[in-house]
C-alpha cells in the first residue's frame, strides 16, 4: 500500500530537527552522491514543468522522484507529487505534497546554510517575499539562531505585515538587517552592489531557474558567493554565463570544515538551486513518522 501525505499529514511528521541532521549530512557527503539532475521545461502559458532525480542518500534505503508545475501566480505556485520508492524493489512507498516538501526542505536547507555563514552576533532578518517559502526559511532559522526582529517586504502589504515590520521596499529591508533573505520569482534585482556593508549576509531563494535573479551580477561579484551545487548553478542558478564569470565555494566544504564559514569581512551570498536528495532527506523521515502514527491514508495501485 502506497501513503499518501497531503500538506496536513507533512507538516505534522514533520521532525525538523532531524530533518536538519539529514541535510547537513548529505552535504557533506555531496561527494560520494550521484550526480543530480533537473529536468525543466516551459509550458505554453505562464507555466514551468520541472522533474528532479534521482533523490539519494547514504544509508537511506529508499529513493525519491519528484515532479513539479510551478506557476507564479497561483496559490500555491508550486504543485505536484514527491514520489518515494523503495530501493530494494521499487515499491511505490508513498506520494507526498510535493509543495510542502519543498518549501520545507529548501527553508531548512537555507536554514542550515544561513546560520554557517551569517556571523554569530546577527539577529535581526529582513523576508523579501513573506510568502510559503520565505516564512518557512525563517521559521527554520528561528530553530537555529535566536532572530531579535524580522522586517518583511512583499509585493502583498498584509502578507509582510504577518511575518515581520513591512517596509516599503527591497532595499529598505535589507538596509535594516544584518540577515537578508529573499524568496521570489524576480526576474530583475531586487538589491545591487550599494546596500552591501561588512558582515552581511544574503541568502537567495530566487537562483533556481535561468532567468530568475534577485541579486545583480555587481552584488554578487562583491560578495564571498556560496552554492549547493556548482554544476547546476552553472546550468540554471547563480553561474548562469547571463551573470558573468563568478566563483563559488560550495556549501559542502563549509559545513566539512575545508573551506572557512567567513574568511573575511566581505558579504557572504548563498543562493542554492536546491537538490533533489534533499526531498529524501525530508520525505524519508516524514513516511517513517507517519506510517508510525498510522493515520495516514493509503492507496493500492495493484
Not at 277 to 290: F, I, K, N, S
Request: proline share 9%.
Amino acid at each position: 500500500m502506497t501513503l499518501l501525505l497531503s500538506r496536513a499529514d507533512v507538516e505534522a511528521a514533520l521532525d525538523v530537527p532531524a530533518v536538519l541532521a539529514a541535510l547537513d549530512a548529505g552535504f557533506r557527503a555531496a561527494d560520494r552522491l550521484p550526480a543530480a539532475r533537473r529536468v525543466g521545461s516551459p509550458l505554453p502559458g505562464p507555466g514551468t514543468a520541472m522533474c528532479l532525480v534521482p533523490g539519494l542518500l547514504p544509508d537511506v534505503p529508499a529513493y525519491t522522484v519528484k515532479v513539479n508545475a510551478k506557476f507564479p501566480a497561483a496559490t500555491p505556485a508550486l504543485r505536484g507529487i514527491v514520489c518515494l520508492h523503495s530501493l530494494a524493489d521499487g515499491e511505490l512507498l508513498a506520494l507526498l505534497d510535493s509543495a510542502s516538501v519543498t518549501a520545507w526542505r529548501t527553508g531548512l536547507a537555507a536554514a542550515l546554510a544561513t546560520h554557517a555563514l551569517a556571523p554569530e552576533q546577527a539577529g535581526t532578518v529582513a523576508v523579501i517575499g513573506a510568502g510559503a517559502q520565505g516564512r518557512a526559511t525563517l521559521r527554520a532559522l528561528r530553530t537555529l539562531r535566536p532572530v531579535d526582529r524580522v522586517y518583511a517586504h512583499d509585493l502583498d502589504p498584509d502578507r509582510a505585515a504577518a511575518v515581520g515590520t513591512p517596509v516599503a521596499s527591497a532595499r529598505a529591508a535589507a538596509e535594516a538587517a544584518d540577515i537578508v533573505i529573499t524568496a521570489t520569482w524576480a526576474r530583475e534585482p531586487l538589491l545591487d552592489a550599494d546596500v552591501l556593508r561588512p558582515g552581511l549576509h544574503l541568502t537567495a531563494l530566487g537562483f533556481d531557474e535561468p532567468g530568475k535573479t534577485e541579486l545583480s551580477p555587481d552584488l554578487l561579484r562583491a560578495s564571498r558567493l556560496v552554492v549547493d551545487d556548482p554544476r547546476l548553478a552553472a546550468a540554471s542558478g547563480v553561474l548562469h554565463p547571463a551573470n558573468g564569470p563568478l566563483g563559488a565555494t560550495p556549501l559542502s566544504d563549509v559545513l566539512r570544515g575545508t573551506a572557512p564559514a567567513r574568511p573575511d569581512d566581505r558579504p557572504t551570498v548563498f543562493a542554492p538551486v536546491g537538490l533533489p536528495w534533499q526531498d529524501l532527506a525530508l520525505a524519508w523521515p516524514v513516511y517513517l513518522a507517519a506510517r508510525s502514527a498510522g493515520t495516514a491514508r493509503a492507496f493500492g495501485f495493484h
